[in-house]
């Protein structure tokens, strides 16, 4: 399934960009780089040579972390208004100088506990360092490519620590198996998982439609959602976290077998019937093998579903 081209997650490397009322980025250890390429933490790139190593960075995504987080004396800023501005300013800077710039959201509750479990003062910069490249939350982590900060970004990093832990819960479920899938049981699922979300998406066609999955697991129900654009030259765009997420839900609940509910709805339609849509909404319903259309109407997410077609004719 064509995916929206977005750079997909690595490990980041490390640097530092100093700046007014931002989060410090953080340093991890230093990578060997080439001879006579890129450049070490804090040194600048050459003239007119964009820095091959990457810059991360936290941000607060609201106005109660902000003041929350003020007593630790991580932003100079006045209020949160001029803390946005600030790190908007911060953000295009870094992608001006550096290849890669990534992000993540600042979370008062979750760096509060970090330090607790890790015995570390939260007013320390270390500390905050140590919390932004922790590796068990990169995937919280966002490529950012010169978007509006308030308007697009924070909203996308709020969503993407809401992802981060639900891909954690998978990872836990699945005996660690989710990322390196070297498990075959694990492999086989997520492949199953892929084709589950292929088969509804070519069933549905062309139009503008939200995907939602949920399996009811151990420990709390896992919840996923993508916006799909379906082309009519039969191009769907997804974004890559949401995809990913959605095939790891889809993927705990075949592997470990548990029942889940998914709900396709939507304008189905492409511009070429001249503006001829029509909303649509199915549901399907799954044990923990298979997945096959909801007897009867099924609710979802509040939404009202007719059963959903059959996956086994779709090609």
Not at 109 to 121: A, K, M, Q, T
Not at 211 to 236: I, K, N, Q, S, Y
Request: net charge negative; charged share 25%.
């Amino acid at each position: 399934m064509p995916r929206n081209g977005r750079p997909r997650r690595t490990a980041p490397p490390s640097c530092r960009l100093p700046a007014r009322g931002h989060l410090p980025a953080a340093r991890a250890a230093e990578q060997a780089l080439p001879a006579g390429r890129g450049t070490r933490p804090g040194d600048a790139p050459e003239p007119g040579r964009r820095s091959e190593q990457a810059f991360i960075t936290g941000i607060l995504t609201s106005r109660e972390d902000f003041e929350r987080a003020r007593a630790w004396g991580v932003a100079d800023a006045a209020d949160y208004d001029d803390y946005l501005l600030d790190t908007a300013e911060l953000l295009t800077e870094a992608h001006r100088t550096f290849e890669v710039v990534r992000a993540r959201m600042f979370h008062p509750v979750d760096f509060e506990e970090f330090c607790l479990l890790h015995r570390l003062d939260p007013a320390e910069p270390a500390a905050r360092d140590r919390y932004l490249v922790n590796p068990p939350l990169q995937t919280q982590l966002l490529p950012y490519q010169g978007e509006d900060l308030a308007g697009d970004f924070v909203p996308r990093l709020v969503r993407a620590r809401e992802s981060g832990l639900t891909l954690r819960h998978v990872d836990l479920l699945l005996d660690g198996g989710l990322y390196g899938r070297e498990q075959r049981r694990v492999r086989d699922a997520y492949q199953r998982g892929a084709e589950v979300l292929r088969r509804i998406l070519v069933g549905a066609g062309f139009g503008v439609y939200e995907f939602r999955c949920t399996v009811d697991a151990p420990g709390g129900r896992l919840e996923a959602a993508a916006r799909v654009l379906h082309w009519e030259d039969g191009v769907v765009r997804i974004n890559d976290e949401d995809l990913d997420l959605v095939c790891a839900v889809l993927c705990a609940g075949l592997a470990r077998e548990l029942p889940g509910a998914a709900l396709l709805h939507g304008s189905q339609g492409a511009a070429a019937d001249c503006g001829e849509y029509r909303e649509v909404a199915w549901a399907w319903g799954s044990g923990g093998q298979d997945w096959t259309p909801a007897p009867g109407a099924a609710v979802l997410s509040g939404i009202a579903a007719a059963p959903g077609f059959s996956l086994g004719t779709v090609c």
